[in-house]
């Protein structure tokens, strides 16, 4: 399965992006799915994820209330809606498939990275 995120950009704080992921080579429907960041000098770090369904998700405390992830798996897309947005959301945002049994935060559960698209947050 291959994965492409884009939607990146610059924008100032307090505004929003959106960022999209599209899947490629499998049904996505199949995959938990997750978005994690690296910002720079910084390791990567876990931001979202959502079930299968889309039923159920789990967020990293810095973005709970202010992002959304979702999916469409119609589309084979997953979505993430940035809100509110600070100088520290700045990273590149990569999606990636969660090959845990349960939602992970943890970086090293993730597999089939794609390349990431670049945030960046002016103050």
């Known amino acids: 399965v291959q994965l492409q995120a884009f939607g990146g950009g610059l924008v100032q704080a307090g505004g929003s992006l959106r960022l999209s992921c599209v899947v490629s080579?499998?049904?996505?429907?199949?995959?938990?799915m997750g978005w994690l960041r690296q910002a720079p000098g910084k390791e990567r770090e876990f931001v979202a994820v959502?079930?299968?369904?889309?039923?159920?998700?789990r967020y990293a405390d810095s973005v709970k209330g202010r992002f959304a992830i979702s999916r469409d798996n119609g589309e084979n897309t997953v979505y993430l809606e940035m809100h509110s947005l600070k100088p520290e959301d700045t990273a590149v945002y990569y999606c990636?498939?969660?090959?845990?049994?349960?939602?992970?935060?943890?970086?090293?559960?993730?597999?089939?990275w794609g390349p990431g698209t670049l945030v960046t947050v002016s103050s």
């Open positions: 080579g499998r049904t996505q429907r199949r995959f938990v």
């Open positions: 959502i079930s299968k369904s889309g039923a159920d998700t």
């Open positions: 990636a498939v969660d090959r845990s049994v349960g939602l992970s935060t943890k970086d090293e559960w993730y597999s089939n």
